[in-house]
């Protein structure tokens, strides 16, 4: 493998820990293991780490040696996921920012959707008992919906997703799958455009797939996610006499305390 180097690399944005328990799974994979128990004891980690980074609300960074003992016990593809986790923690070369500085537009929102991705998932972690998330976990994040859910053969089209919510336990307060779309209005220079609400490629295959297929909406739950009251309320004005089939919401989410701050629920057909 080649060599990386702490040092050469800078932390720019904040770690993205969807997409690093998603590594996790991959390594485990790729590595040969079994279970995520035999992948922990072969890192030399206890199993209850991994499962803090997939499910608990985490703040700082994964280490750099805990992300080499990962990497080098993934096989022949410990390079690749290397890199893949190194990104996903939120790290730069500083080489790479040298000759190419991020712009501040840029940093910004990307900064911006990753903390909202990461309190969509302390949001759902929020659902959990605290005391049975170790032994009995309800509900499983997942960064999409299985295919089987999530995609329509009929139609091609499928459910975007940056969170999912998998109920598999067996309450029945909550839908089977539960899948948040973070919405954002593309605010850079390159955009040349005033603050949105949904755009289509986001609401087109949600509706369209509730008005032909509504039994694909049984037991799932389907929620546009905003960060900005302004945002919150145009959509909601805009799609206030929408009514659909399945159980469809939009939400203004509290980054800061990963919360709901406000929640509008279409109105069934």
């Known amino acids: 493998m080649a060599e ?3 040092e050469d690399y800078e932390q720019v944005y904040t770690p993205d820990f969807m997409r690093l328990s998603t590594l996790i799974e991959r390594a485990r994979e790729a590595g040969g293991y079994a279970t995520m128990a035999d992948f922990a004891q072969a890192c030399g980690v206890q199993p209850s780490t991994f499962s803090r980074i997939k499910t608990k609300n985490i703040k700082r960074p ?3 040696d805990m992300i080499k003992t990962i990497a080098d016990h993934t096989g022949e593809e410990n390079e690749f996921i290397f890199k893949q986790f190194i ?22 929102f990307t900064e911006l959707e990753i903390r909202a991705k990461n309190a969509v998932r302390d949001l759902v972690v929020k659902m959990f008992d605290e005391d049975d998330q170790d032994d009995d976990i309800t509900y499983a994040i997942l960064p999409r919906f299985p295919r089987n859910v999530g995609y329509s053969d009929r139609f091609r089209m499928y459910l975007p997703a940056d969170v999912v919510a998998e109920n598999r336990g067996s309450d029945k307060d909550y839908p089977r799958f539960w ?15 005033t603050r949105s609400v949904l755009s289509a490629n986001d609401y087109a295959a949600v509706f369209l797939r509730d008005l ?3 039994e694909s909406f049984k037991d799932i739950k389907y929620s546009f996610v905003t960060v900005d009251k302004d945002d919150y309320d145009a959509t909601v004005e805009m799609y ?9 919401s939009i939400i203004l989410l509290d980054i800061e305390n990963s919360s709901i701050t406000e929640e509008y629920t279409f109105e069934n057909n």
């Not at 973070?182 to 455009?193: E, K, M, N, S, Y």
């Open 87 to 108: 990104r996903a923690n939120g790290l730069k070369l500083k080489k790479d920012l040298q000759e190419r500085p991020i712009p501040d537009y840029m940093k910004d």
């Open 4 to 6: 990386f180097r702490e």
């Open 179 to 193: 899948g948040f779309r973070i919405l954002f209005p593309w605010g850079g220079p390159r955009a040349g455009a």
């Open 212 to 214: 032909w297929e509504p």
């Open 62 to 64: 994964l280490s750099w």
């Open 240 to 248: 206030s006499q929408t009514r659909v089939n399945g159980d469809i």
